[in-house]
């Protein structure tokens, strides 16, 4: 056949080579769908599809230990005794102390005039001299039926009035001697000597700061525990600390801020001069089984409560709720957990609350 007739008979045929090109590729089809049908059905016979993978976990027994934890406030130190000291009668201060002098109990401090005081005790006694004979010679002439029980009755009321004004008399001028309740310092005096004082006004100040004691408030999130008698420790903002014991937890909270005062007690002996200043109060808990952990174990559960998730024997993920009883940036020290624990250490995110896991078993760290 020539060249010119071979593309004659392509022209002729074009159409019958098309429907041959689309024929096979249906038949090509038809066996590869057939192919992936016998596949399926040698799949069913020969068993079930392979169970999708496992959540790789690592996972470490650790074992409780013994930990105390501490508590720290924000308080102020005070004087453990502190005396505002004024006048009860009126006079003029004729003797003052020295500022800062320490004193002894029952030493004098300031003296005010006396007045005519000494003079109306010398009187009251004689009155009551007086009084007590004429009730003696009453009773005696009673017993004879000399005078009546009204007029003997009468002396004996004059009797304890005169008693009365003795004692008033008495009072009124020892209360020119202002001594000192307690040891201590003479830490505030605002008379001076010549001063006209009125019953009532403000004489001196005493302080014993030989002791200290310090205040401050607990939330209510934080006072369980809290019992007298708990070691503590007061910081001062220069590093100095002083040692000491909680003496008193209020029972109920304030209304208002919804937290509880507490007071703790300290010696002194060296007679710091930090009464008035702000320290920090490091309440020492009772011991008790906790964890060491990194704070980044620590998770949430949908309420919000803070928690670690553990492994049980069966290898599913378990969320454990923790209580917290301290924390820094590099440990936190957590309590509410069994006494061992096979906790997640890495891939705690990834696996969920009964998820079935593949556990990889760390060594416990020295």
Known sequence: ??????????????????????????????????????????AEVQGTPQAPRLTMVEARWLQARRYRPELVLQGQLLPARQVSLRARINAIVVRVPVLGERVAEGELMLALSEDDRRGNLLRAEA???LQQAEVTAAERLRRNNLVSETELLAQKAAAAAARAALDSARLALAHTRVTAPFAGSIDALPVEAGDVVQAGDELLTLVDVSALKMTAQVPQQQVAGLEP????????????????????VAR???PQTRSYALEARFDNPRQWRVAGASASLHVRLPEQPAYRLSPALLTLDGDGRPGVKTVDEANRVRFMPVTLLGITPGAAWVGGLPARVRLITRGAGFAAQGEEV???EREPAA
Do not use: C
């Open 229 to 248: 008698g708990l070691p503590v420790t007061a910081v001062l903002l220069d590093g100095q600390a002083l040692e000491g014991t909680l003496t008193f």
């Open 127 to 129: 009155e009551l001299a």
């Open 1 to 42: 056949m020539s060249k010119t007739g071979g593309r004659q008979w392509l022209n002729e045929h074009r159409q019958l080579g098309w429907w041959l090109l689309i024929g096979l590729v249906a038949v090509f089809w038809l066996w590869r769908g057939e192919l992936y049908q016998a596949q399926e059905q040698l």
């Open 358 to 360: 593949t556990v990889t």
């Open 252 to 254: 109920s909270a304030d």
